[in-house]
């Protein structure tokens, strides 16, 4: 518990302590199990099913690459590359450069939202939490 309020996501200002404990109570008690790697990644699948569960990053590599793979055509006959196409050649590239694919996507879409006006931050601590965090 004490990890969470030092990282920050403790509770907003307009929750109650018990609130949010209650929210978090399954993290909290989950905790000791974080450290077994097969059992750690079953019980987080289920209490965080939004997630989605996958066995091991080779899984993702492999599909990753097969759906790069699977927008060849796209290019070939000069259709429209979506967002996601975009993010399954940068992840696949990741896997197989031994890079920190994620962040390199979280960073990089940030900074394009950032050019493009879709997000326009309004401080210096909103834009480098916007480049290394998730929205």
């Given at each position: 518990?004490?990890?969470?309020?030092?990282?920050?996501?403790?509770?907003?200002?307009?929750?109650?302590w018990?609130?949010?404990f209650?929210?978090?109570v399954g993290?909290?008690?989950?905790?000791?199990?974080?450290?077994?790697?097969?059992?750690?990644?079953?019980?987080?699948?289920?209490i965080?099913p939004?997630?989605?569960?996958?066995?091991?990053?080779a899984a993702?590599?492999?599909?990753?690459?097969v759906?790069?793979?699977?927008?060849?055509?796209?290019?070939w006959?000069?259709?429209?590359i979506?967002?996601?196409?975009?993010?399954?050649a940068?992840?696949?590239?990741?896997?197989w450069?031994?890079?920190?694919?994620?962040?390199?996507?979280?960073t990089?879409?940030?900074?394009?939202?950032?050019?493009?006006?879709?997000?326009?931050?309004?401080?210096?601590?909103?834009f480098a939490?916007?480049?290394?965090?998730t929205?």
């Amino acid at each position: 518990m004490l990890s969470e309020i030092i990282a920050g996501r403790g509770p907003d200002d307009d929750e109650e302590w018990g609130e949010w404990f209650g929210e978090n109570v399954g993290m909290f008690a989950t905790y000791p199990l974080q450290s077994i790697p097969l059992l750690r990644d079953a019980v987080n699948a289920v209490i965080k099913p939004q997630f989605g569960y996958e066995l091991a990053p080779a899984a993702d590599a492999i599909d990753q690459t097969v759906r790069t793979l699977g927008n060849i055509p796209k290019l070939w006959n000069e259709e429209e590359i979506e967002r996601k196409d975009v993010k399954a050649a940068v992840m696949a590239a990741s896997y197989w450069g031994a890079l920190p694919g994620r962040q390199l996507w979280i960073t990089g879409e940030y900074l394009h939202d950032v050019a493009t006006g879709e997000e326009q931050p309004e401080s210096a601590l909103e834009f480098a939490e916007g480049a290394a965090f998730t929205r």
